[in-house]
């Protein structure tokens, strides 16, 4: 008799969202195949929630997220629920606000996320990717926002993440266009840090990722801390919250250890304490 399989360490709810916890990585997967991993109402309900228990994980010290298959990381919002969910003025308010709920719990996250895209990053799905720490694309994927070909507003939120990300003038073509944009222009307007072959893109975030892991923890989130509130105006930076978690980090048994480690001449074994 086959045993049964493990309680997953995460639940999110839906099938079309997957975690899987290798070491300290966790893997997040979009999991939509059908429609090109449209992020559903399931998917982006269930989104922060996750993002909350991984936080909570101490073990977990990155995060990767991804889509199912090799077509698409996110074709987008899934379009046949617009005609309820992004009509009428409450309507679209409860959906902009579960969208900004995303958003709001990939920045909150202490923990570094890196966006490995394949195939598809369109529309919502690329501005989710926008807001991951790193995007890593493989050479067969496609970028765009395609607002302007569906008579949508486009929310000023996201326009300034996108222009933060690439300058005024790639977001204007990007929103202007409503083309779509290949992996090469998307690394030359800074889009994405990498483009790396499609048989590759797997095996190299998971080494960036383990990579980020081994290093300790404590400093990540500061240096993640300090990047997000030096992208803030400056009358609402947190400098307060900077300034104690490096302290922290001096404080920290960490620290004892990385000077203990680089004396020995040995890689640390760094706990996040």
Known sequence: ???????????????????DVTGAVAVV????????????????AALPGLMEALQADGDVRAVILTGAGDKAFASGADISEFGERRTSPAARAEYDHDQ?????????????VIAMIRGYCLGQGLLT???ADIRIASDDSQFGIPAARLGLGPRFTSVTAL????GPAWASEILFSARRFSAAEALQMGL???????ADLRDQVMSLAQGIARNAPLTVAAAKA?????????DRRDLTRVEAMIEACFQSDDYREGRRAFAEKRPPAFTGH
Not at 8 to 14: C, F, I, L
Not at 163 to 166: E, G, R
Not at 192 to 198: D, K, L, M, S, Y
Not at 226 to 234: F, K, V
């Open 1 to 19: 008799m086959t045993p049964p399989s493990p309680p997953a360490r995460h639940g999110t709810g839906t099938g079309k969202l997957l975690v």
């Open 29 to 44: 997967t979009i999991n939509n195949p059908a429609k090109r991993n449209a992020l559903s109402s399931e998917i982006r």
């Open 100 to 112: 900004e709920a995303i958003y709001d719990a990939l920045a909150s996250l202490d923990k570094p």
């Open 129 to 131: 990717a926008v807001r």
């Open 163 to 166: 222009v933060d990300l690439v």
């Open 192 to 198: 994405v840090n990498r483009v790396v072959p499609a």
């Open 226 to 234: 300090a990047i997000r509130e030096a992208g803030r105006p400056p």
